[in-house]
């Protein structure tokens, strides 16, 4: 198992679809990156649901700060705006403008595009495996990263308590 080299294939596969994001972006005239597509891809799902930039990075699975400035870069191009949250002054609501609903159409058909060609050639059954195996790497490694951070807190608290 340990000469699978996973992880260079995944970034290998990353590195790809931001290339191929930027070209596709170029092409169309569009200054939006496939990460800020997948992004608004998110937000046209829940649109009328309200979305914070947390649940967004649990969703799309980047960090919180690449969040924040994809976040950021949407909001200087007029595509979202923020709305205070009253229950939690810390949050802010992101909301979808009616200029980036114009783009809604570009970018599911560029995030579509991009899988329906990732994907060619597989058959589905293969893809749904892959899906089932990418899910679950996803939770050992949330799991882990929960766990890690649960003894971070008991060691801190040890040491406080001493």
């Not at 699975?61 to 994809?70: L, V």
């Amino acid at each position: 198992m340990e000469d699978c080299y996973l992880i260079w294939y995944l970034r290998q596969l990353s590195a790809l679809l931001r290339q191929r994001g930027k070209a596709h972006a170029q092409e169309e005239g569009v200054d939006l990156s496939l990460r800020q597509r997948y992004v608004l891809d998110y937000l046209f799902s829940r649109r009328g649901g309200r979305i914070c930039a947390t649940d967004i990075h649990e969703q799309v699975g980047a960090s919180k700060a690449s969040i924040s400035g994809i976040l950021k870069s949407l909001r200087q191009e007029g595509l979202v705006e923020f709305e205070g949250n009253p229950s939690d002054d810390r949050k802010k609501w992101i909301v979808v403008t009616d200029r980036a609903l114009k783009f809604q159409q570009m970018v599911d058909e560029s995030v579509a595009q991009e899988q329906r060609l990732m994907c060619r050639g597989i058959p589905p059954e293969k893809l749904e495996t892959v899906k089932e195996c990418l899910a679950m790497m996803i939770q050992n490694l949330k799991t882990e990263t929960a766990r890690r951070n649960q003894d971070d807190k008991d060691i801190v608290k040890a040491g406080k308590t001493v």
